[in-house]
C-alpha cells in the first residue's frame, strides 16, 4: 500500500520561508518523478514543480520559478520543497505527488496521471 506524507507547512509572514517534506513508502521511491501542487480555495490544483527521479531534472511554474527550490533524498525516500520569499499568493493546500508524472523538462511542463499518488496536503498561510 502506498502511502505518502506531508510535513512542514505553517503560517508564515510575507518574505519569510518554510521547507515542506515528503516521505512515500511502499513504492520504489528512486524510480518515481516526484512533483509538488497546490490547491487555493476556490481554485483548480496547479503543478508548483516536479524533479526526476535522479533530481537532475526540474520543472517549476512560473510564478515560483527563482523562490522555490525542490529536491530529493533517495535514501532517504524525501521529497522537499524550500520556499523563500514567500508571497500572501502562496496560500494554499500543499500536496506532494508520488509516480505516474508526465514530466517535460524542455518544455517545462509536468502534469499528473491517474496513476499517481497523493498525500493528504499541508497547509501554507502566508500573511500580509
Known amino acids: 500500500q502506498v502511502q505518502v506524507v506531508e510535513s512542514g507547512g505553517g503560517l508564515v509572514q510575507a518574505g519569510g520561508s518554510l521547507r515542506l517534506s515528503c516521505t512515500a513508502s511502499g513504492l520504489s521511491f528512486a524510480f518515481h518523478h516526484l512533483g509538488w501542487f497546490r490547491q487555493a480555495p476556490g481554485k483548480e490544483r496547479e503543478v508548483v514543480s516536479c524533479?526526476?527521479?535522479?533530481?537532475?531534472?526540474?520543472v517549476y511554474a512560473d510564478s515560483v520559478q527563482g523562490r522555490f527550490t525542490i529536491s530529493r533524498d533517495n535514501a532517504k525516500k524525501t521529497l522537499y520543497l524550500q520556499m523563500n520569499s514567500l508571497k500572501p499568493e502562496d496560500t494554499a493546500m500543499y500536496y506532494c505527488?508520488?509516480?505516474?508524472?508526465?514530466?517535460?523538462?524542455?518544455?517545462?511542463?509536468?502534469?499528473?496521471?491517474?496513476?499517481?499518488?497523493w498525500g493528504q496536503g499541508t497547509q501554507v498561510t502566508v500573511s500580509s
Open positions: 524533479i526526476t527521479t535522479g533530481g537532475g531534472s526540474t
Open positions: 505527488a508520488a509516480g505516474g508524472i508526465a514530466l517535460r523538462p524542455s518544455d517545462n511542463k509536468c502534469e499528473s496521471t491517474t496513476s499517481t499518488y
